[in-house]
C-alpha cells in the first residue's frame, strides 16, 4: 500500500522546494482536551496567483477559505464545544527562499507562524469558525527569478470532502 500511494503522490511528503506549490494543509485542533469530527463538514477553497515578471521572479498569492457547514444537532463527541465550533490550523506551504510580504485573516493583518519543513517553509494561522461560517486566509509572497522559468504545483491534501482549487498565473508575453 505504501508504494501505492507514493506513487499515487499520497504519501504525505512534501514536495521539493524548486518551484512553485500551492500546497495548503488544514489540521482539525479538536476543543479543549477533546479531538472533534468536525473537519468532515469543512468546506475549503483555495485560490492561487501568480504574477510572473519577464525575469522569471513572481508576486504571487494564495487565498485560502474553510467553510464550517456542520450541521445542528451533532453530538459532543463529533461536535466539540462549544459545539460545532471548527477549530484549524491551516498552512500555506511556500518555497523556502519566498518572501512573505502579507498574512491577513477576514481583510485584517493575521498572527502567523513561519517555519522551515524540508525545502519549504510553512507559514501557520490557528483559526476558529462557528457553525455556519467562514475565515478567509490570504498569504502574499514574493519568488526570485530562477533563470530557467517557473513551474507551478497544485499538490492537494486528502480530504473527505475535496477542495475546490484555482489557479491563475498572469505571464509575461512569449511564455507558456
Known amino acids: 500500500e505504501a508504494d501505492a500511494l507514493t506513487a499515487a503522490g499520497l504519501s504525505g511528503e512534501l514536495p521539493g522546494g524548486r518551484s512553485d506549490s500551492s500546497l495548503v494543509v488544514a489540521h482539525n485542533l479538536g476543543s479543549g482536551d477533546q479531538g472533534t469530527k468536525l473537519d468532515y463538514w469543512a468546506n475549503r477553497y483555495v485560490g492561487h496567483a501568480c504574477e510572473v515578471r519577464d525575469d522569471g521572479s513572481a508576486g504571487c498569492t494564495t487565498e485560502v477559505t474553510v467553510r464550517n457547514v456542520a450541521p445542528a444537532g451533532l453530538t459532543t ?5 462549544p459545539p460545532g465550533t471548527l477549530r484549524d490550523f491551516v498552512e500555506v506551504y ?3 527562499s519566498s518572501r512573505v510580504l502579507s498574512v ?9 507562524s513561519d517555519e522551515g ?7 501557520g494561522v ?5 457553525r455556519t461560517e467562514h475565515v478567509t486566509i490570504s498569504v502574499g509572497y514574493e519568488l526570485r527569478a530562477r533563470g530557467s522559468g517557473l513551474t507551478v504545483s497544485l499538490i492537494p491534501q486528502p480530504l473527505a470532502r475535496d ?3 484555482e489557479v491563475a498565473l498572469d505571464l509575461p508575453s512569449g511564455w507558456t
Do not use: H, K, N
Open 77 to 81: 463527541y463529533v461536535a466539540g464545544r
Open 94 to 96: 511556500l518555497p523556502a
Open 104 to 112: 491577513v485573516v477576514d481583510g485584517e493583518p493575521g498572527d502567523f
Open 117 to 123: 519543513q524540508g525545502e519549504l517553509r510553512a507559514v
Open 126 to 130: 490557528p483559526v476558529s469558525i462557528p
Open 163 to 165: 477542495a475546490t482549487a
